[in-house]
């Protein structure tokens, strides 16, 4: 009996579902069976629409880190204005924080979460 077979019974898997198709399934879409469970995550989301503001509301909630993609909404600077202003409302509020970090990517921090962003003189 091989590992994957071991560790395929240690979590219930039948003989008529290999380990890379249990792996591959949705339910297993989150979960990190080699690391424990983290206090917070750093995760990358690609914004499209002010649809996309209530899943990083959802995110800084769950006091994860985002670190956002702006390159679609950059091409609507109106769109753009509009969800930048809502997440820094929503960010205020919880007592977190935002950075912009080049022309692509933004950085938000969920509560007490701070950026620092000014280098110290040498």
Same mark, same amino acid.
């Given at each position: 009996m091989g590992i994957f077979d071991k560790?395929?019974?240690?979590?219930?898997?039948?003989?008529?579902?290999? &380990?890379?198709?249990?792996?591959?399934s949705a339910e297993m879409e989150n979960v990190d069976i080699?690391?424990?469970p983290a206090d917070m995550y750093i995760?990358?989301?690609? &914004?499209?629409?002010?649809?996309?503001?209530?899943?990083i509301q959802d995110e800084l909630n769950k006091k994860n880190i985002i670190l956002l993609n702006i390159d679609e909404i950059n091409k609507r600077p109106n769109t753009r204005n509009t969800i930048i202003t809502s997440l820094k409302t929503f960010v205020a509020k919880i007592n977190g924080d935002i950075a912009q970090i080049d022309e692509s990517r933004i950085i938000i921090t969920p509560t007490k979460v701070k950026i620092i962003k000014k280098k110290k003189p040498k």
């Open positions: 560790l395929g019974q240690a979590m219930g898997v039948s003989k008529e579902l290999s &380990i890379e198709e249990y792996m591959g080699l690391n424990e995760k990358p989301v690609s &914004i499209t629409s002010e649809d996309d503001v209530k899943l």
